[in-house]
Nanobody, 115 residues
Framework: QVQLVESGGGLVQPGGSLRLSCAASKFTFSTYSMFWFRQAPGKGLEWVSSINPGGENKYYAGSVKGRFTISRDNAKNTLYLQMNSLKSEDSALYYC????????RGQGTLVTVSS
């Protein structure tokens, strides 16, 4: 059974930074594109970013482009999301997934951007 465990969330002031991690297990991580999603209270699941298996190709939602950076370490079976210049509208539960619909997502890590 696929396991994805997100971590690194927390409370941060506007303009601050956080780095999220996603530890993957029980599947061949290095052969899958990986995805970050988020869900704000009362809203639907939103795609944030994705990366191809080798890490060369990265894609971002317009709302985070230029502020967030996705990366991966296939030797450590870990996916990352570096989030800079955070805004209040970035507050959400953040998930990683191994499919483009988010169905495989883990439990999520909460990011709260507030002064």
């Amino acid at each position: 059974q696929v396991q994805l465990v997100e971590s690194g969330g927390g409370l941060v002031q506007p303009g601050g930074s956080l780095r999220l991690s996603c530890a993957a297990s029980k599947f061949t991580f290095s052969t899958y594109s990986m995805f970050w999603f988020r869900q704000a209270p009362g809203k639907g699941l939103e795609w944030v970013s994705s990366i191809n298996p080798g890490g060369e190709n990265k894609y971002y939602a317009g709302s985070v482009k230029g502020r967030f950076t996705i990366s991966r370490d296939n030797a450590k079976n870990t996916l990352y999301l570096q989030m800079n210049s955070l805004k209040s509208e970035d507050s959400a539960l953040y998930y990683c997934a191994k499919d483009s619909t988010g169905l495989s997502r883990g439990q999520g890590t909460l990011v709260t951007v507030s002064s």
